[in-house]
Every structure is written in C-alpha cells, then in structure tokens.
C-alpha cells in the first residue's frame, strides 16, 4: 500500500522492476523515444532524473507489464475485485452476507477524505513552464500529459461524490496557448466532464477543474476505469490503493493532497483554441481542432515530486495493459450489463475502438432448420449503443455451439466467422452516425459509419488457403498475398477520390465475377502496400480497420439490393489510406540515433536487451 509515487519506486526498485536514467535526457522527443524502445523489449519501468529544462524528475513506463501492475497491487488486487463483483451482481451480497461483509466493510473504509486547513504543507506553487515538458512525436502541438487525473464536480450537486475523475489529455504549450496562463483540454461532451460543462453553461458559470498528476499508482489507473453505477472513481482509487483518498479545497478547487502536482482553473463557455495534432492511439495522428479552453488558476506541486507520463502510438503500447487491467478487474461485468453476451474484445491491434469481436447468444431460432442470426442482431445493437463500445466500427459476433471460442484468438474466431456467414444475409450497415473522434476514416470529425458481420450456423464453405489464380490475373491489382484463411490482400493503384474509387472497384468487382468468383474467399482487402498487410495478422487488424469507413469502403462481388438489404458474394473492404486521413506515426531517425548512448554498456540502460 503506496501513500505516495516515491514509495512505489522505492519498492520497484527494490524488486527489479525500476531502472534509473542518470544521464541528461531531452522531453522533446528522447524521453519518448526511450520509454518505446523499452516497453518493446518488455523492458522495467524508468526513472528519469536528469531531465533537461526541469529540476523535477519523470516516471516512465509504470504499467508497463502485466506482471508489474498485478505487482503494484498486490495487496489490494483480491478484494477490488471483490467489490467490482458485487457492484455488478449484488444479489450475491443477499444471498450470502456474512461472506461478503468485508467488502463492504473495504468500500466504506476506502471513501474519500477531507482534511481541513489551507494549502496542505506538502504543495508549493509553481508555474506550467516548470514542468517537464514532454513532446512524444514530431508532428505533435507542443507537450501533453499523456497521464493526467481530470477532476470535476456536478454543478447541480457539487462535492466530491457527485465528482468526475477522467483521462482527458491536457495539451501544455504550443499551438495559440499563452504559456502559465493557458492549457487545452481534449474530451468528447458525452464523457463525464462534457456531462458537467453542459450543466455549468445553462447556470452560465466556468466550470472548475482540477488536474492531479502523480500519486499513488492507484489514481491514474482509477481515472480510466468504466466503473458501475455507484462507485466514483475516488473511492475505487481508495480500494485500489488501500488508502482513502486524501483531499481539501483551495481557492475553492478540490486538490489531491496525495498527487504529485495540481493545476487548477476554469473553462468558460465558448472559449475554445486549437489543439492537437497528438500522436495517438491509433497508430496517426489527431489533427488540429478547436476544444475547451482552460484558463490555469494555479500550479502545485510537492517539493520532489515525480511527473508520470506514458506515450501513446500504434499499438500494443502501455495503454494495452490498462486494457488489460480493467478487463481483469471488471471480469464479467459486460455480460451482466447486456444480457445475452458472454465475450467482447476490443481489439488492441486495431487501436481498440474501430474492431470489436463478441460471442453473444442465439437462442431465437434453436429448432428451425434454418440457423441464421436473430438474437445476436439484438446483442450487437445494444453493444453498439453502450458507453465506449458505441465508438466501434466493426462488430464481427457470433454465438457458441460445439466449439468453444475465445475472441482473442484473432484468427481462430474470423476464421470461425468467415467460414459460416452468409453475406447475402448477415451483413448490417449504420450509416451517418457517430465514431471515435480520433478516427479519420470517416466523413467528417466523430462521423463516419458502422458495420456488423454476424454469423451463425453450419459451416458454409472451405476457405482458401492459397491466393486464387483469379486474383493473379486481374489488370491493374498486383502482388495478391494471403493474411488468413479466406483473407486476401490485394495491391491497388493510389486512391485519388471516391467517385474514382467507386468506378474502379465496380470494374474489379465485375472481373472477379466474369472469371466465376472466388466463393471460398469471403473477404478480400485493397491496400497500397499487400506485402504490408500481410506479413503480420497484427498488420491486418491495425491497416485494415483503422483505414476504412464501413458505408464508403465495403464493395461487393455480384452486389445488390434484396429488399433494402445489401448483399454479396465476396466483401472487398478497400483500405488504402485516403487523402483526408491523418498521417501515421513515424519516429524520427535522428532521434533514434541519439538515444543509443543510453544503451551502451556502461550506460544506464545497457543491461536492457532492446535487439
């Protein structure tokens, strides 16, 4: 149980998962370029104490592991996931309460708490420009918190149990921003804080903000859990941690008296300035936008605090094992949420929020001799209407019979999936609707479309296991690879615009069928680079999905319309990169370079194996 980050550190190192960087490191770009090259090669987590521009030292690569976090929270692991049980089965608590009465018991002690008095002794104030100001990629706006804790309270029902505590990132310096005086925050208006902003616009007051940084290690995971109804993020970070949460009021702000810094002030309605580009998740980067303006109060932090941070890219990252994480401790709280589900994976590789695999339930049609499905069209509209989830673009689902499935067995399950689903049938399209804001594939800023491939039933066909000498032959389209079974990528001419596309996929489409289709091949996906998509199923997942918009991207062999419903033999996806999309993430080389005097030997990092 960690009162504070330094006593985390202190105990990591102890146990070799620490490792510090004693020489003089850069936060434009090196410190970024070394957290990668260590997360990679599976590597422990970073101190850096030399950092240039800042007298404070930079915590990197925390969460890192599986086994680090599990390590972290040892102590507490058991009984949070007790709690998290309960809150999503309570009818356990009734049936058996003696069992159960030291979780609640670990829930009440876990509430936050107040301590009176004015600026806690432990914070001294600052200002933005003392901070280590860390730029991930080169294209990005300026420095960013990659790891911060945003906290608001309900203006209807202000205190900390009506409060919201979020990962929003906080973009520093760069762009229009006034140094001190000015920072950007970047959310979408249905997540917690957008929910609070609104209700502060119709009192026409600021909203206030408080931005904790640091801590124990407890807090920045508990701003990205998707909690039950009930349980604030405060008192998980409690649970978590083992340790209430510790808090006062300044100026009137709430500020954590156990983070590391705070940086406190007001969002005005309507006032907003450009941020971005990020470097972001999904392996590109989000382009510059207007978002909330937040005009800084003050700055505080403790005399030798510690700046945690992360870097965020193409994945996996350490953001995967946040994913990780919450999927441990929430376990089955999806299916008690959407009743019929017994699986749902984001997938990592295709940066979480554009691909969802599910396996839900079929128990509509069980004697008809007709198996096709019914009940999974329901479960996959209450998936796409719920919380993150909603985000998706692509939801392949399908239910159990005798073979036993698991979603994160990528290949295993589209294999599965391609081998029974009836395209004729079993395809659902959601045009002009909402997607993940960070996604450029789509018509416009959070627009774009979503697609459902549903499958269920006997087996329908063999896939191919070789390129089809149909897909050899064709004009224009070269180097045909294999991905997966039933999985073909072809090589296509540079994408220009969509009304060319469209003519040229038609003509493809049209070839395909002439020469007698390729019915043991369901799926076939354009690209500009087939040795690319198909070197790694990885490189599929990610440039696949990441770079089509269901409703302009999906073309059919021998497509029609059977009473309003598209339909097709074979789906071609083209997900060759448009001219509206944003730039992948690319590191630069000379960075690279320079960071290799961390890893010689004698150097701080050279016992890490990055080959």
Sequence with gaps: MYRNLEECIIDLEKNGHLIRVHEEVDPYLEMAAIHMKVYEANGPALLFENVKGTKFRALSNLFGTIERSKFIFRDTWEAVQNVMTLRSDPIKAIKNPFKHIGTGLAAWKALPLKQSGGTPATLQEIHISDLPLIQSWPMDGGAFVTLPQVYTEDPEKPGIMNSNLGMYRVQ????????????????????????????????????????????????????????????????????????????????????????DFVITGEIHQGETKPEG????????????????????????????AIWPFTVVGRPPQEDTVFGELIHEITGDAIRQEIPGVKEVHAVDAAGVHPLLFAIGSERYTPYQQVKQPAEMLTIANRILGTGQLSLA????????????????????????????????????????????????????????????????????????KEVPGVLRE?????????????IIAIQGPEFITYAEAQEELQLLCIAIQDKGG??????????????????????????????????????????HYENKHWACDTVIIDARIKPHQAPPLIPDPSIEKKIERLFVQGASLGGVNIN
Excluded at 180 to 203: C, F, S, T
Excluded at 277 to 294: A, E, K, R, V, W
Excluded at 474 to 486: D, K, N, R, T
């Design 172 to 259: 520093l310096s760069g762009n229009e921003y006034e140094i001190d005086k000015e920072i950007g925050l970047h959310y979408q208006i249905h997540r917690g804080i957008g929910v609070h902003q609104d209700k502060a616009n119709k009192q026409g007051a600021p909203l206030k903000v408080s931005i904790f940084i640091g801590g124990p290690p407890a807090h920045t995971l508990s701003a990205v859990m998707p909690l039950p109804e009930g349980l604030s993020e405060l008192t998980f970070a409690g649970l978590l941690s083992g340790r209430r949460f510790h808090y006062s009021y300044i100026d009137g702000y709430c500020v954590s008296n156990d983070a």
């Design 474 to 486: 064709l004009q224009g389209y070269e180097h045909a690879s294999m991905v997966m079974p039933g």
């Design 393 to 464: 673009k692509y939801l392949f689902i399908t239910a159990e019979e005798q073979q036993l499935l698991d979603t994160h067995h990528e290949v295993d399950f589209l294999t599965y999936i391609l081998e029974r689903i009836d395209l004729r049938r079993d395809l659902h399209f959601y045009t002009n609707t909402t997607i993940d804001t960070l996604d450029y594939s789509g018509t416009g800023l959070n627009s774009g479309s979503k697609v459902v491939f549903a499958a269920y039933g006997d087996k329908k066909r063999e896939l191919c």
């Design 518 to 559: 390729i019915p043991t091949c369901p799926m076939i996906i354009l690209c500009d680079d087939s040795r690319f998509m198909s070197e790694t199923v990885k490189n599929f997942l990610w440039a696949t999905f990441t770079r089509s918009n269901p409703s302009h991207d999906i073309y059919g062999v021998n497509s």
């Design 277 to 304: 580009p990020f470097g972001d998740h999904l392996g590109y980067y989000s382009l510059t936008h207007p978002f909330p303006l937040m005009r800084v109060h003050k700055v505080y932090a403790k005399p030798n």
